[in-house]
């Protein structure tokens, strides 16, 4: 059964950092991609970044381009996702999905039961 995990979530002043963490596990085929999503209060679920575990590309949203960094800790198996100049539009519960099919928004069939990310002065 496959169980993923997310954490580091929390409240951040306009302008923070945090770094929220995936750890999955219980595949009987490895994923392709791993991928963060957010859903904010009233909104649909977005992509935010994905990170293929083929050959390490990586993907963000234009929202969060030059701001958000993906990677990955082979050793520790975890897929972390760093957020800086963090703003009050970031806020949202941030899910970690993983896909066994490609890096597309929409082949992410496993989820977490995610974060909350709250930006708030």
């Known amino acids: 059964q496959v169980h993923i995990v997310e954490s580091g979530g929390g409240t951040v002043q306009p302008g923070g950092s945090l770094r929220l963490s995936c750890a999955a596990s219980?595949?009987?085929?490895?994923?392709?991609?791993i991928g963060w999503f957010r859903q904010a209060v009233g909104k649909e679920r977005e992509g935010v970044s994905v990170?293929?575990?083929?050959?390490?590309?990586?993907y963000y949203a234009d929202s969060v381009k030059g701001r958000f960094t993906i990677s990955r800790d082979k050793v520790l198996n975890t897929i972390y996702l760093q957020m800086s100049s963090l703003q009050p539009d970031d806020t949202a519960v941030y899910y970690c999905?993983?896909?066994?099919?490609?890096?597309?928004?929409?082949?992410?069939?496993?989820w977490g039961q995610g974060t909350q990310v709250t930006v708030s002065s």
């Open positions: 219980g595949f009987t085929l490895d994923p392709i991609a």
């Open positions: 999905a993983t896909s066994p099919w490609g890096t597309q928004w929409t082949d992410f069939v496993s």
């Open positions: 990170i293929s575990l083929r050959d390490g590309s990586t």
